[in-house]
């Protein structure tokens, strides 16, 4: 088992950075792939970023390429989402996941470990 948990989220101005972070305990070898999902209210949980736990090879979702930044501390057993620029349409529970496999990073059922979620909200 791999235990996931969030911190970081909070309440910004449109604009605003923030950095979350997802510590990782447990079966850490059990990670090939972790990401960052997120759902607003009344809304699908949808993708937001990935990386792959060894090699650190990146993928974004189109609506946070170049403002938001994925990476890992593997010595520190912990993953890291830094959102620059935010936006009110940012506003969301964000939740970090792993799983064992290195394929289709986007896809929410392939993931097995998830955190309880972050809430972070933009005003305008």
């Known amino acids: 088992q791999v235990q996931l948990v969030e911190s970081g989220g909070g309440l910004v101005q449109a604009g605003a950075s923030l950095r979350l972070s997802c510590s990782a305990s447990?079966?850490?070898?059990?990670?090939?792939?972790a990401a960052w999902f997120r759902q607003a209210p009344g809304k699908e949980r949808e993708f937001v970023t990935a990386?792959?736990?060894?090699?650190?090879?990146?993928y974004y979702a189109e609506s946070v390429k170049g403002r938001f930044t994925i990476s890992r501390d593997n010595a520190k057993n912990t993953m890291y989402l830094q959102m620059n620029s935010l936006k009110p349409e940012d506003t969301a529970i964000y939740y970090c996941?792993?799983?064992?496999?290195?394929?289709?990073?986007?896809?929410?059922?392939?993931?097995?470990?998830w955190g309880q979620g972050t809430q972070v909200t933009v005003s305008s």
């Open positions: 447990g079966r850490i070898f059990n990670i090939g792939t």
């Open positions: 990386i792959s736990w060894i090699g650190a090879i990146t």
């Open positions: 996941a792993a799983k064992p496999s290195l394929a289709t990073v986007s896809r929410t059922n392939d993931y097995v470990y």
